[in-house]
């Protein structure tokens, strides 16, 4: 059975930083990204990061600079260190993973972040 769980979550004052983990269990073929997603209340949910198997990552340009994208493939863990963050980040942030050989994608159950002004 195929999970994927996010902690790190929470709430912390601008400008103030968070550390995002997606640990992922079970069998999934030929992963070809692994990638950070979020949406805010009312709106799309929106790709944050992303890395390939290969290790090229893609960042949002929101959040380039402020936000880095890791993988432990010995863990089996995405992370997402977020730095600086702002109100705006305020939102659910999802992990998930896409696998090339089966054509589609697993996602946690999100983990909430909320940033105070």
């Known amino acids: 059975q195929v999970q994927l769980v996010e902690s790190g979550g929470g709430l912390v004052q601008t400008g103030g930083s968070l550390r995002l983990s997606c640990v992922v269990s079970?069998?999934?073929?030929?992963?070809?990204?692994w990638a950070w997603y979020r949406q805010a209340p009312g709106n799309q949910r929106e790709l944050v990061a992303e890395?390939?198997?290969?290790?090229?990552?893609n960042v949002a340009d929101s959040v380039k600079g402020r936000f880095t994208i890791s993988r432990d493939a010995a863990k089996n863990t995405l992370s997402l260190q977020m730095n600086s963050l702002k109100p705006d980040d305020t939102a659910v942030y999802y992990c998930?993973?896409?696998?090339?050989?089966?054509?589609?994608?697993?996602w946690g159950q999100g983990t909430q972040v909320t940033v105070s002004s």
């Open positions: 998930t993973v896409f696998s090339s050989y089966l054509g589609s994608g697993y």
């Open positions: 079970g069998n999934i073929p030929s992963i070809r990204n």
């Open positions: 890395i390939t198997s290969g290790g090229a990552t």
